[in-house]
């Protein structure tokens, strides 16, 4: 839910382009990801606020829970966030998570998260890169749009075969 979150606040600010990469290292006890896009990008007053979950609770302004629930669930997993945003230019969302920690959040239906995301929005070019102990799938609206040969990727029919592509490919290297 909170990649679904971040994706959609990268949505809401106009990207054309985003970028998806999870990296599960159960050697290192990482879990990492990390969602960039070219969007509007975020002033140095808005970035201030949206990373201190003090100065969200005290203002009245109607700010969302996304990226401080996002920054509360990764520190409880002994993991962090970080956030680097320029205006005009895009942001990066980075969370950490400790792998095996008991208040991580679950993963969930990430194969389902990502295809919604794309498939709704066949004008982005979104690209996602998922590594699991060095092993690792690749999906972009590009190669997407590439083998479809002109039917669209938001083609309704054609969803339970891309989200069983996804998954099978996700199992493939031990995802879930
Ligand atoms: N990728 C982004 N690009 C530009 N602004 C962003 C981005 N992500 C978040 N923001 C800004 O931070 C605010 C807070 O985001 P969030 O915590 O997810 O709550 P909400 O989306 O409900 O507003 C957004 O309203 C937006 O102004
Ligand atoms: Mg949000």
Do not use: W
Not at 122 to 130: D, N, V
Not at 155 to 162: I, K
Request: charged share 25%; aromatic share 6%.
């Amino acid at each position: 839910m909170h990649i679904m979150d971040i994706l959609q606040n990268s949505i809401r600010a106009g990207a054309t382009e985003i970028s998806l990469e999870i990296r599960e290292d159960t050697l290192l006890n990482l879990l990492r990801f990390n969602i960039s896009d070219n969007g509007c990008g975020m002033a140095p007053d808005v970035l201030k606020t949206v990373t201190d979950p003090f100065f969200t609770t005290r203002t009245t302004r109607k700010v969302g829970l996304g990226l401080s629930l996002l920054r509360q669930n990764a520190e409880r997993s002994n993991g962090s966030l970080k956030i680097d945003s320029e205006t005009g230019k895009g942001t990066v969302v980075e969370a950490r998570f400790e792998y095996n920690h008991i208040d991580r959040p679950v993963l969930g239906d990430i194969a389902g998260t990502v295809l919604l995301t794309l498939t709704a929005h066949p004008e982005i070019q979104f690209r996602y890169l998922h590594n699991r102990n060095g092993r690792s799938f690749e999906l972009s609206t590009i190669a997407l749009k590439d083998a479809l040969c002109g039917i669209p990727i938001n083609e309704p029919a054609l969803y339970p075969t891309l989200l069983q592509m996804v998954k099978e490919n996700l199992k493939d290297i031990d995802v879930n």
